[in-house]
């Protein structure tokens, strides 16, 4: 798994994590980075909505005192966990995004609304043949272990970790390093 983490995951030197520091800056002289600037440094187009509503949940997730701006700490944390951070750590992160009422568990409801954003956005050009209800039938089915409806942190972890396709789902990005530098960096 160790092996498998690292292949995804290329770590980032620090020089990187400089220069998006400074660019941070640069972009935020106030400190304080807003959900429309976050979008528009993110390249969102404005008629997209549904890469508009996957941006505004990862704002949110990163957004962790809930002040609908994301600090300069909030963003030293949120380049940690998305450029360095530890696959548990980065699959910690995708539950809190797909539960979005935050009350720890997830229903069919949670993981089929993100599912749909990431089939509109990310999965367009792939050969998948499933629908986003098929795809969350069978997450449910290969990761629900108590069969009660709802995935609990524990069940998630787990059957991200012992399922590839169920992984590649639940991680939400499997390429969220590059993508993040190559979105940042482009600037507005």
Known sequence: ????????????????IQ???????????????????????FGVQRESEEE????????HSFDT????????????????LVLRGKLED???????????DGNGRLDRWEVKHIIKIIYKIKMRNTDMNMTPCEVCDRIFE???????GQISLTEFLEGAKKDKWVMDLLKL???????FIHNWNKGP
């Open 19 to 41: 220069g998006l520091c400074t660019t941070f800056m640069r972009e935020c002289p106030s400190g304080a980075l807003h959900l429309h600037e976050f979008k528009r440094i």
């Open 173 to 179: 990005d499997v390429n969220a390093s590059g993508w």
């Open 52 to 59: 508009s509503a996957y941006m505004e949940t990862i704002f």
């Open 65 to 80: 005192n809930q002040d609908n701006t994301i600090d300069f700490m909030e963003y030293i944390a949120a380049l940690h």
């Open 90 to 100: 980065r699959l910690k992160w995708s539950f809190k995004v797909y539960d979005r």
């Open 1 to 16: 798994m160790g092996q498998e983490e690292s292949a995804d995951h290329k770590e980032v030197d620090l020089a990187q």
């Open 142 to 148: 290969l990761v629900d272990q108590d069969n009660d």
